[in-house]
């Protein structure tokens, strides 16, 4: 079944370019502190992120998932190995910390709209930082967008008045609005009750749907994952490592009847003990987040 | 169930003040008034008079009913509202005097030059000291170890160094309220949250972008909580010094009135200093609700974070 995204005039038709947002991660090895006496957080890990598809990591708090994150969006080096994206060295031996930019953008465990922007001093603030628009353009785009994504009349509100399910959207429209070529989440729907969290997982399906980015998306929720990724990689505690590949293949677009099919019950079956195994792992090495 | 109620129409009152005004002064305005009308009908006023009776209450039983030994020396309160609203003061200070006012204008011009400088500087070298780890190795230690001299160590100091009666004054002052502004935002600029400058970093802003829109903004919570504290201390040193040099000022009132024994002004000066100590205060925590209206609309919200 194939998709074919809905014409909508805020998301750009990102389909119809060619697919970008790729990331190889080849042999990456992180250790904290000195080489010999420090904490291997990752430890040679090897996966590809594909183009225009979800790719979710999986693991226990503090198997080093998010240290995978952080070394893409260059807010933290790395000790060996190499990452790319769509064949330009992000980070490699001869530069073990990439520079971050908006072309990865995170969206954060705990969200991180400036409390003290509107809602759309916070959209528009990346094109407008960076010279790329006008004010009046970008809030234009904004506009334009947020209406897309279902955000209407918040525009002058400030994150801290508006709900945490609607403020995790304005910070997707936020990174949106740059055009990355992938979007990086980590953990961002951790906070939110299962209810609300359900919601989400469809409003960013619908996203994803009109702009096919690239989704780079760390959860310790299998089901999240098994329902979001077209790839799931299970990955081992401390030291970080993918420990099981999956290509999910249920068709999108999914919805929330997908979680009752025996497909996905299939995946859940075959999945779920190996993450309990490595949660196991984690307990009893004491969950540490890094 | 008086409780809930005020701040469930607080909310519903924001929400709609904000998606119908594109001008955030007029809800900024609007707000203020709605708190005030609660405030109004909320028990706090009159639980606050009472709390007033009371203070009053006890100094008059202790010193003009009981007479109890240790308040003797003590005016009462008949004889200092007497004197301070009398058109023709027995001790020659009261409303009607312009000296009084001379006094408070003093004081108060000191207190705003001496706190006006602590900001102008205390404010930016806190923020560079958040902000550059290698400039607060230079300049940290040197801060921390002047911060616990006391004002008045310095009156000898401020004296020889320099000339005539004001300046040393507003130096004294000044000292103690820009450590305090300084060492507060330091704090805010630590305080805040890495993901924000990561975002920031994120979607191309440059270092000094960084710098002017989200550890400036970020740190405002910390910045006004320190002029808070600042403005406070520099009532405190202010009065120290105008009692040591200077003519004119509340302290020097306070002073002069020791000793020529007119003790009911001694309580008037104090208690024009508390009032407009609260006022200045209160000021500077207006000015902060305006600057930081995210913070203001938030908290109105009960804060869910």
Redesign the interface.
């Known amino acids: 079944m194939s998709v074919q995204p809905a014409p909508s005039r805020g998301f750009p038709p990102a389909a119809a370019q060619s697919r970008t947002g790729g990331v190889q991660i080849n042999d990456v090895v992180k250790i904290y502190g000195t080489s010999d006496t420090g904490v291997l957080a990752v430890d040679h890990c090897t996966f590809d992120v594909q183009p225009g598809k979800i790719t979710v990591v999986v693991g226990p708090s503090g198997c080093g998932k998010t240290t995978l994150l952080n070394a893409i969006a260059g807010f933290h080096s790395i000790s060996s190995g190499s990452i790319y994206l769509d064949d330009e060295l992000l980070c490699g031996p001869s530069r073990l910390k990439a520079q971050p930019g908006p072309d990865r953008i995170v969206v954060f465990q705990n969200g991180a709209l400036f409390p003290w922007k509107t809602n759309i001093e916070n959209v528009t603030f990346g094109p407008v930082m960076q010279g790329q628009l006008s004010r009046a353009e970008a809030y234009e785009k904004a506009r334009d967008m947020m209406a897309d994504a279902g955000l209407r009349d918040i525009e002058h509100n400030y994150p801290g008045e508006i709900s945490s399910g609607v403020r995790r959207r304005v910070e997707i429209v936020r990174a949106l609005m740059n055009d990355p070529k992938i979007l990086l989440l980590d953990e961002p729907y951790r906070a939110l009750d299962s209810l609300t969290k359900s919601v989400m997982h469809e409003a960013l399906l619908e996203i994803f749907y009109k702009t096919h980015v690239s989704i780079f998306f760390i959860t310790h929720d299998l089901e999240e994952a098994i329902f979001l990724g077209h790839r799931v990689v299970i990955m081992t505690t401390r030291p970080c490592r993918p420990k099981k590949i999956l290509d999910i293949d249920i068709p999108h677009p999914r919805d929330y009847s997908v979680l009752t099919t025996r497909r996905f019950r299939e995946f859940m079956d075959e999945t779920s003990a190996a993450v309990h195994e490595e949660a196991i792992k984690a307990f009893a090495a004491g969950e540490k987040e890094r | 169930m008086t409780e809930t109620s005020p701040a469930s129409l607080l909310t519903t009152h ?2 709609r003040g ?2 119908s ?2 001008s ?1 002064g007029v809800s900024a305005t609007t707000i203020a008034l709605h708190r005030f009308m609660l405030w109004v009908k909320s028990p706090r006023p009159y639980l606050m008079l009472i709390g007033f009776a009371g203070f009053i209450g006890f100094w008059y039983l202790s010193v003009e009913v009981w007479k109890l030994p240790r308040f003797s020396e003590m005016p009462g309160p008949t004889q200092v509202f007497r004197e301070w609203f009398s058109r023709d003061p027995t001790y020659g200070t009261s409303i009607f005097t312009p000296e009084y006012y001379m006094h408070i204008w003093v004081s108060t011009r000191r207190i705003t030059i001496a706190f006006s400088l602590a900001t102008v500087i205390g404010v930016p070298l806190g923020l560079f000291l958040g902000w550059s780890e290698r400039f607060k190795q230079y300049v940290f230690p040197v801060f921390e170890l002047l911060r616990p001299v006391p004002p008045l160590a310095w009156v000898p100091l401020a004296i020889v160094m320099f000339k005539g009666s004001e300046t040393p004054v507003i130096f004294l002052t000044f000292l103690a309220s820009f450590y305090a502004t300084a060492l507060n935002t330091m704090l805010g600029v630590q305080s805040i ?1 890495v ?2 400058i ?9 270092r000094w ?1 960084v710098f002017r ?2 550890i400036v ?2 740190s ?1 919570p910390f910045i006004f909580t320190g002029l808070q504290i600042s403005v406070g201390v520099a009532w405190f040193s202010l009065v120290a010094g105008e009692m040591v040099s200077g003519q004119y000022g509340l302290g020097y009132l306070i002073n002069t009135s020791y000793t020529m024994v007119r003790y009911p002004t001694i309580i008037i000066g104090m208690i024009t200093l508390g009032i407009v100590g609260y006022i200045t205060s209160a000021g500077v925590r207006l000015v902060g609700d305006y600057l ?4 203001t ?2 908290l109105a ?1 009960g ?3």
């Open positions: 924001v929400n904000v998606a005004d594109v955030h949250d993901s924000y990561r975002a920031a970093n994120c979607l191309g802003a440059s972008q829109h989200v903004p970020g405002m930081m209206q995210w913070r609309r938030e919200l804060g869910d974070r």
